[in-house]
């Protein structure tokens, strides 16, 4: 499958799916980002069962911004609407590799009982927070 170009109007359609995306964010100018590019769509023809998408911050800022993209290129894994890994930097192509062996090996049901737990911590300490004191004896 070849990458597709994500753009304001696709891209959350795109990252809502069910299964595994994988998102480059990258730019025309950036060496690493054009060093990375052959290795991502050679991964994207031997993985025909995961979505392969491209956003090019020059082009699309806003996207780049509501992740907070200080540097790139910067990949993203979703896996059934869960962000599961970002990293910056180019990746060598056996990493990569690995990397999507260890995304499809997920247990996400385990992952999904992972951050209700976590979420869960966080508000309690987030109420304990917004109690109020005791009053001194």
Request: proline content about 7%; some cysteine.
């Amino acid at each position: 499958m070849a990458t597709v170009a994500l753009t304001q109007k696709n891209f959350q359609q795109v990252v809502d799916q069910d299964g595994i995306v994988l998102v480059d964010f990258w730019a025309p100018w950036c060496g690493p980002c054009r060093a990375f590019g052959p290795v991502f769509e050679k991964a994207s023809t031997k993985h025909p069962d995961i979505t392969f998408g491209k956003v090019n911050t020059e082009e699309e800022h806003e996207i780049a911004a509501g992740f907070n993209i200080r540097s790139i290129p910067t990949l993203m894994i979703f896996r059934d609407r869960i962000l599961i890994f970002a990293q910056p930097g180019a990746l060598p192509a056996n990493v990569l590799e690995e990397l999507i062996g260890k995304v499809k090996a997920l247990d996400m049901d385990k992952v999904r009982k992972e951050i209700e737990a976590e979420q869960a911590a966080h508000e309690h300490s987030k109420r304990a927070e917004e109690a109020p004191a005791s009053p001194p004896n």
